[in-house]
């Protein structure tokens, strides 16, 4: 098949570098401009990471000797060569929501990393295994933006990854009224190094600013409903958060409790529906769907971040610890690798989505 012109906007920072080495030998996509704020615009893509790179693997080497694109002055350049963009751009929530808009009016969809636009009723959340049907919502947005083939989709938050995916199919089933989750988020998810970070050697920080708002509230979208051309969110389950930075390089861990709105499925009911759970990603055998969705562990010293996070290359969930609890149902762990399936590996993987079902197309 034809390969689709891609982009990366904010592709010197810790996720755009991560889309790059995603990209590299992606069957679908094709990196072929990249963008940046004015600091890194004119230079190369070697000479701007360099001193700068986090990745474990080499510098992808058809971008090497890419220039950058400036994104505010060659907006038209830049997007005259491509057939849409990834945006992982560190500005404010403001900025990035007016940048957003504007790439899109230009005819160029957007699939963003960014929180800027999670709360616009016409922009989709979405994660591929849980609410592919709101990328319906994309006609009204684009009549809304004036455009015919612009539009916003983004991505939710990385901590939820840890724990919505294993509450959305006994959600669906059984019903849910209350969840009390506990996020234990790595380093990486702050675009940070121990290298860059030494104060995290040997420390937990218990605040993440905004962490806890997305971790409650975001979710409501996800399972929320289109009315009117807008997505609203849905009131159950309730969820309440705390959301703490650990000494870990990569991989977001949820301690999790949960009341069922009826009466309650057994043990083994829950990790069958675990088990045989699979989202529209797995029917379409998209590039970068893990086979199986959702990975539970008998043995109850996993998962283990170390051990599980690059499970099905980083896009598989790992649960464990499922067991009942004195005020709430049950209780159980999850963990994903929040910069592959909670940041830039989401993002591909909605790209895939949205091009499997017709919303990409070539210029």
């Known amino acids: ?12 920072g810790m996720v755009g570098q991560r889309f790059l080495t995603l990209l590299e030998n992606h069957p679908w996509f094709q990196v072929t401009a990249l963008a940046a704020s004015a600091r890194s615009a004119g230079q190369t893509y070697a000479q701007a990471v360099e001193g700068r ?7 992808p080497e058809a971008v090497k000797e890419m220039v950058i694109y400036d994104i505010e002055k060659d907006l038209d350049a830049y997007v005259s ?26 005819e160029c969809p957007v699939i963003s990393n960014n929180s800027a636009h999670r709360f616009t009723p016409d922009v989709p959340i979405v994660v591929p295994e849980i609410n592919p049907q709101h990328i ?12 015919k083939l612009g539009f916003i989709a983004v991505k939710s938050n990385c901590s939820l990854q840890s724990y919505v995916p294993a509450l959305h199919p006994l959600r669906e089933k059984y019903g849910l ?37 997305k971790s409650e509230q ?21 969820i ?23 009466e309650k499925p057994s043990i083994e009911e829950i990790k069958e529906t675990w088990a045989s759970y699979k989202g529209r990603a797995q029917e379409l055998e998209l590039p970068s769907a893990p086979k199986q969705f959702l990975h539970y562990f008998e043995d109850p010293n996993y998962p283990q971040t170390k051990l599980q996070r690059d499970l099905e290359g980083g896009m598989a969930i790992s649960l464990g610890r499922l067991r009942e609890d004195t005020q709430y149902d049950y209780k159980f ?4 690798h929040n910069t592959l399936r909670g940041a830039a590996g989401g993002g591909v993987l909605l790209a895939e989505l949205l091009a499997a079902e017709g919303y990409l197309i070539h210029k």
């Open 333 to 336: 762990v999850g963990l994903s």
């Open 81 to 106: 060569q491509i057939d849409f963009t990834f945006c992982a751009v560190n500005m404010k929530k403001d900025a990035i929501k007016a940048l957003e808009e504007k790439i899109a009016q230009k």
């Open 136 to 147: 319906q919502i994309i006609e009204s947005q684009r009549k809304r933006l004036g455009t």
């Open 240 to 262: 309440t958060s705390q959301c703490l930075r650990v000494p870990v390089s990569d991989g977001h861990m949820a301690a999790v409790f949960m009341s069922f709105a009826g």
């Open 218 to 238: 975001e979710p409501m979208k996800l399972w929320g409903t289109i009315q009117d051309g807008k997505i609203v969110n849905t009131d159950t389950p309730n």
């Open 53 to 59: 790179w986090k990745m474990s693997t080499p510098v």
């Open 1 to 12: 098949m034809e390969k689709y012109k891609v982009g990366v906007v904010g592709c010197t």
């Open 177 to 213: 009224s209350n969840a009390l989750v506990t996020t234990y988020q790595a380093i990486s998810g702050a675009g940070k190094t121990f290298q860059t970070w030494p104060e995290m050697v040997d420390n937990v920080i218990p605040y993440i600013g905004g962490e806890e708002e």
